[in-house]
């Protein structure tokens, strides 16, 4: 097969008919190359044979022998049995199921190899084991006897044989010539220096290794290529938005910026003014901002916003600020309202539960260049929402946004510059790939005064106890959030058992305190009221569904309460137990768990109550979730990491990441002669993602 029809559908691979095609390209594999790239997901070592009397029962074994007898025994279930033979004794190997199949395969004085479990019913035993016969015509061991690898499957692929042995069965012969099909894509600098093994080699040894360290080889070789291509994409994107059409260049922050800064009730913290000068350096540039400003909860991220917005106002444009929930707006919109307003500026508020006419207003005075600054959820990316002359884009909470969400807010304005927030501290191996077109800016201080926040995990047992601390806490003057878990599949559920907590609480716990309840369900305009009555001291404690996971800020609530803290993610918890600490007062994080726990919950709630350090926990959180789900990355139009590992791979990473970074600086386009193969590779593999990659 020419090395051009590594692009061929796989039904050109021997074994393959149109109906496994189809099913095969369900599951992605449409091509030749497809087939290559469908890795093992583990294997099993079946290389060392073990003696048979030296087996032992509930044991794995691999064992070889000869066929001394076979056939069916008869009974109330009929079974086919093989006695296989060694120098050291015999051993039973059975089926009850596929007697056909099995009774065909072998013959007397055969030599087999056989793995499975071994277990004693009158004898040593091994049921249904996987087996090899050797023929000894020079055929080489596919199924065992070696290490093999074990492939994905579903269901409609078993169906038509394409387990793990289908998959052995198809791919071994043909990786035998892989060499002929598979052309290195990577240009011979990086495969010197880096030592890289050939793509052949890697590919013919990740899916038939000699032993498990050859494997682990294969896999270093195919990750590299993996992080190298993601970083080429991001860094095309970020040549892309760096060489883009001119961006506005805002004048320097005058007298609107100072008038601001009097009238805060608190001095920027210095992590704050330096994020704040790079923020103004790129403003002030001609080059479109696209900054991605993290900072623990509590850090001040709003305040260094609301002073971008301003620098973008006092140069003629509008600001548009937009946030993944209503209670998130409205915080955002409550807490910078006032300020601004007192300085002038008209800021609206604009949600899809505003009342129509109140929203056609609204719209009026954004389209009119009325309102300065807009803060919103995605109600902002509407196609009725026009801007008069939006000037920059900001985003909270930006990962839970899709990526045609963030290219619709940014394609409201010509060239705005863009802000991306969160309070979610990234670990440096998933910022320099879900993030690594993007500048990075960090507030790694908390505001003066802020104590750590002390964290208690509490079984049922101790319940009473925890109430009374409560109780006497609030005779103190302080407030208390009592939050019950809200996961989507069981909306219903756990909304009620929030709703009946409340109840409980009311009437049985705190029947003298006043107690609220807040949820995603209460009409937008009670909920602002409940949270207002909150804010004022009008409830003791409120109890709450994960609405109050990020943004809400009320210095007197010093205790949370965590019902169920073993369903939550180890940042979510970490985002909940942020609303408290925001004051000068001791705060207390209880989480109250169900045991027994997993171990995986366990160290989960053991980390938290360890630390609060956001970047600490954010590390373990990828350790403990992985990339893909530590934050929605596919979200980001990105490949998904298939063989990649981000903790163990590092050093990869980094090297994947200048070489790919070099290579933009010097050749943008990939026109030189020696890049013709890699941006043939790049074009083929990912154009589709890097569609996406595009969007700033």
Known sequence: MPKSQIESPVQYLKGIGPKKAEVLNSVGIKTIEDILYYLPRKYLDRSTFTPINQLQPNTQATVIGKVEALGIKKGRKNRFQVILKDKTGYLNLIWFANLKYVQNAFEAEDVVIASGEISFYNGLQMAHPEFEIISGNGDELIHTGRVIPVYPSTARLRKLNLDSRGFRRILKPFLERVEQVVEETLPQPIVSEQHLLPLSWALKNIHFPENLSVAEQARQRLAFDELFYLELMLALRKKRLTDSPEGIPFQKPGSLIKQLLNKLLFKLTEAQRKVLREIAHDMMSKKPMNR???????????????????????????????APTEILAEQHYLTIHKLAEELGIKIVLLTSSVPKKEKDAILGQISLGEASIVIGTQALIQEKVKFYRVGLAVIDEQHRFGVMQRALLKQKGHQPDVLIMTATPIPRTLALTAYGDLDVSVIDQLPPGRKPIETILRDEKTRPEVYRFLDKKISSGRQVYIVYPLIEETEKLDLKAATEGYEKLKKEVFPNRRVGLIHGRIKNTDREAIMQKFRKGEFDILVSTTVIEVGVDVPNSSIMVIEHAERFGL??????????????????????????????????????????????????????RGPGEFFGTKQHGLPELKVADLIRDLKLLYEARR?????????????????????????????????????G
């Open 292 to 322: 991605l400003l993290q900072g623990d909860v509590g850090s001040g991220k709003t305040v260094v916003a609301l002073i971008s917005m301003m620098m973008a106002v006092e140069s003629g444009y509008q600001a548009a600020f937009m």
């Open 571 to 624: 940042s979510q918890l970490h985002q909940l137990r942020g609303r408290v600490g925001r004051g000068a007062e001791q705060s207390f994080c209880f989480l109250m768990a169900n045991y027994p726990l997993s171990l995986d919950a366990k160290e989960r709630l053991q980390a938290l109550c360890s630390t609060t350090d956001g970047f600490k926990i954010a590390e373990l959180d990828l350790k403990l």
């Open 659 to 695: 070489w790919a970074f070099k290579i933009i600086e010097e050749d943008p386009f990939l026109l030189k002669a020696e890049n013709q193969l890699l941006r043939t590779h790049f074009l083929r593999r990912y154009k589709d993602k890097f569609g996406l990659g595009n969007i």
